[in-house]
């Protein structure tokens, strides 16, 4: 969990209340998407670690002593999302927010007294590019929300209401999750490994991926049997996987992560959205294939990989001055970019 309220500092006048607190991206360092279940999700079986690119949120609340109680219904919230320059972002309506939706979920089961919840969201991860921005901005909202508000609820229990890896950013660092890609099964070794990251103008939602994922199921399916039998063999369905075999994977991804080489080599990261992403966003493809070729002329030849369910891809560096280089040729290109490192740090509250 994020640190320890006693380390949080709060501004408190005139009743006023406000906290500010970083929300990380993520990458997928290993991303297994297995068949949709009963539910509509998928089985996934992933390796998440957090990045040092963050957005950060405001949070004020002002009571309001016209409204009585503490039902939701007497809370107001307004969002006020702009990019790191000041200007104004625009993603979609408040209300369909993850922070706004974040902020009654926690209200339904904290004692928040009647009055107007105001955030502001500084946006510095792109959206659809697979950096789980949205869901590291509504674990951010819980967690800052539980500081202004401390109630006991369990943050982890309303997490998994709002989306899969959200309970995943009040954590950090780098973990294992199955199922829905919501289960931690085991924590492991976080490192600062140097990086890239670069985005193409369009991005690809999480939902356009998956569903391209599935119709490339259905084609399988429907083409002959040996095309579904070879992926239901590629397939890892979590809850396949016996307790020897996930302890196993446990050893081995720490193994792997603790070795120089897990990020020389190409077959060590693995995303098995990347023909979805690229069959349903044809600006992908350029830059995949310029990926490889940096990558193969880079020393010790890196390795990339693309981030979730894209549009954005990462590529791991010896040193952040040479991931820097190859933002800097990547801007030149018209491209976003941004050269970073992987952290431990998940969500965090800023002094004041």
């Known amino acids: 969990m994020p640190r320890s309220s006693t380390n949080h500092q709060v501004n408190a006048a005139n009743d006023t209340l406000s906290v500010t607190v970083q929300s990380p991206a993520k990458v997928n360092l290993y991303l297994h998407v297995g068949a949709k279940r009963p539910d509509g999700y998928h089985d996934v079986n992933t390796v998440l670690h957090t990045l040092d690119l963050h957005d950060t949120l405001t949070i004020r609340y002002m009571p309001d002593p016209s409204l009585a109680g503490t039902c939701q219904k007497n809370l107001r919230i307004t969002l006020h999302i702009i990019d790191a320059q000041g200007k104004p972002v625009m993603i979609g309506a408040p209300e369909d927010n993850l922070i706004t939706k974040a902020l009654m979920l926690y209200a339904h089961y904290a004692c928040i007294p009647a009055g107007h919840i105001h955030v502001q969201a500084v946006k510095r991860i792109p959206v659809q590019a697979g950096f789980g921005g949205g869901s590291s901005n509504a674990a951010a909202a819980l967690y800052g929300a539980s500081v202004l508000f401390p109630a006991g609820v369990a943050l982890e229990k309303l997490a998994c209401e ?174 976003w970019s941004f050269a970073g490192a992987l952290s431990p740090c998940g969500i965090q509250v800023v002094p004041l």
């Not at 490994?193 to 103008?201: A, M």
Request: hydrophobic share 35%; glycine share 6%; charged share 20%.
């Open 162 to 335: 709002l989306g899969s890896d959200v309970a995943f950013f009040l954590h950090g660092g780098c973990g294992y999750y199955t199922q829905r890609g919501d289960i931690l099964h085991h924590r492991l070794h976080a490192t600062e490994q140097p990086l890239c990251l670069i985005k193409p103008d369009k991005g690809v939602s999480t939902a356009q991926a998956y569903a391209y994922f599935d119709s490339l199921h259905e084609t399988a399916t429907d083409s002959n049997a040996c095309s579904q039998e070879k992926f239901e063999r590629e397939t890892v369905h979590s809850e396949r996987l016996q307790p020897k075999e996930l302890q196993l994977a446990k050893v081995q991804m720490e193994k792997l992560l603790h070795a120089s080489s897990f990020f020389r080599t190409q077959t060590l990261l693995h995303n098995n959205l990347t023909s979805a992403a690229l069959g349903c966003c044809s600006a992908l493809q350029p830059l995949h294939e310029q990926f490889a070729s940096w990558s193969n002329k880079l020393p010790d030849k890196r390795s990339f990989l693309l981030c979730g369910s894209g549009s954005a891809s990462v590529l791991f560096c010896e040193s952040r001055k040479e991931a820097q280089r190859c933002a800097d040729a990547a801007a030149q290109q018209g491209y």
